[in-house]
């Protein structure tokens, strides 16, 4: 018991420490945020390529549920003549239709999965995107001296924000692609 309580006592005075330590450097460092939403929706490059998987992947999901249909008519089809058939027709029938099943989803699989054909389309379109965004973050960061810099459309990870210290436009202007106005 003894033990727990000691160990329990010096990781307090662990955690106190440094978060006196972090508090004291962190009033010395200057932060600021960035919204990359805003500026994601400022960069004409990424909404072409959003466009662009869109369209992929609206044309993709059409000829898998034309396929789907077609699998459909098939097992209509064998319904509708599996009374009349032999046992042996109707076993090739059936392997027929699970194979042609398979086969459409696994042509899902490999374009809707993980790791699948819209996954590397989306990742070959914004990747450069992003890490033009990411240099521009870091060259501003750099210029002005911050120590850190929050992405604000990362989630319910800042809960307060003074605006003085957004730079998203500053990002903006120096991948030189800022669309209009700030309408905030």
Do not use: C, H
């Amino acid at each position: 018991m003894k033990k727990i309580v000691s160990v329990t006592t010096k990781t307090l005075m662990l955690m106190g420490v440094l978060f006196v330590l972090l508090s004291i450097t962190a009033t010395a460092q200057k932060i600021g945020y960035v919204d990359t939403e805003y500026i994601l929706q400022n960069i004409p490059e990424y909404q072409d390529a959003q466009n662009e998987v869109e369209e992929l992947s609206k044309q993709w999901q059409e000829d898998i549920e034309k396929q789907y249909a077609d699998v459909d008519k098939m097992y209509k089809a064998y319904q509708a003549d599996a009374v009349l058939l032999p046992e042996d027709l109707k076993r090739k029938r059936e392997e027929e239709i699970v194979a042609a099943e398979r086969e459409v989803k696994e042509l899902q699989r490999k374009r809707f999965g993980a790791e699948g054909d819209l996954f590397k389309k989306r990742e070959e379109l914004i990747k450069p995107i992003q890490e033009k965004i990411f240099n521009a973050i870091e060259g501003v960061a750099t210029k002005k001296n911050y120590a850190f810099i929050f992405d604000k459309a990362g989630g319910p990870v800042i809960m307060f924000v003074d605006s003085k210290y957004d730079i998203s436009d500053e990002v903006l202007e120096q991948i030189g692609s800022i669309m209009g106005v700030r309408g905030r």
